[in-house]
């Protein structure tokens, strides 16, 4: 059965460094997201992405965070000048319609900002 | 903005237990309603999608329901098993608000031999 991958699952770095996680979501979606949770909180929703446009993101995405499709298969999502507060699970989900659909997640990449 | 809730936040039953899991949310304008499990330290597994002129859906052992108009949603588990045991999370997409879902803070059930 087709899965959402994440790599890496685990990512430590320091406070004000840059990093990247990345996703290869299903191969026939069309509509890529990120979310994030934080150890003991709910899920966030971070941003959506079609089209190689942004449809949609929170208040969470400020201008240190950006993301990417930069070939067929993967999706990333950068986060530049990391901070404590950061430090979060990111979970990529995919869909193949707008809304009507399902959304798949992947494994996520457990983000440690020290 | 919309919220969503789910009680009990924890849950511990013994094997072979019928049991129902909450969720409500305070904008009954959704376009449609997802189950989600998740394992400690592991990804979302989806379990329901229930769109919002359906009442409910079946998987197996699994039966979801839901009354958009009180702003409700029920997650039927039958004869429950230890391999049940972990946090379901129900998630709301609304109307005319892109595709974004909005989670509740899960339910930790907890199934004993």
């Known amino acids: 059965e087709p899965e959402v991958t994440q790599t890496p699952s685990h990512q430590v770095t320091q406070m004000g460094q840059e990093v990247i996680l990345r996703c290869v979501p299903i191969?026939?979606?069309?509509?890529f997201y990120w979310y994030r949770q934080i150890l003991g909180q709910k899920v966030e929703f971070l941003v959506s992405f079609y089209n190689n446009e942004i449809s949609e993101k929170s208040e969470i995405f400020d201008d240190r965070f950006s993301v990417e499709r930069p070939d067929g298969s993967n999706f990333t999502l950068k986060i530049r000048s990391t901070k404590l507060e950061d430090s979060a699970m990111y979970f990529c989900?995919?869909?193949?319609?707008?809304?009507?659909?399902?959304?798949?997640f992947g494994p996520g990449t457990r983000l440690t900002v020290l | 903005k919309q919220e969503v809730t789910q009680i009990p936040a924890a849950l511990s039953v013994p094997e072979g237990e019928n049991l129902v899991l909450n969720c409500s949310f305070t904008?009954?304008?959704?376009?449609?309603l997802q189950w989600f499990r998740q394992d400690p330290g592991k990804g979302l597994t989806s379990l329901l999608l229930i769109q919002s002129s359906q009442r409910e859906q079946t998987s197996g052992r699994l039966n979801a329901s839901l009354d958009k108009s009180s702003g409700r949603s029920t997650l039927y588990i039958a004869a429950s098993q230890p391999g049940d045991s972990a946090t379901y999370l129900c998630a709301v997409r609304r109307d005319n608000a892109g595709n974004m879902l909005t989670f509740g803070g899960g339910t930790r059930l907890m199934v004993k031999p």
């Open positions: 904008d009954s304008a959704i376009y449609n």
């Open positions: 191969s026939n979606h069309l509509y």
């Open positions: 989900a995919s869909t193949n319609r707008w809304s009507a659909d399902t959304q798949y």
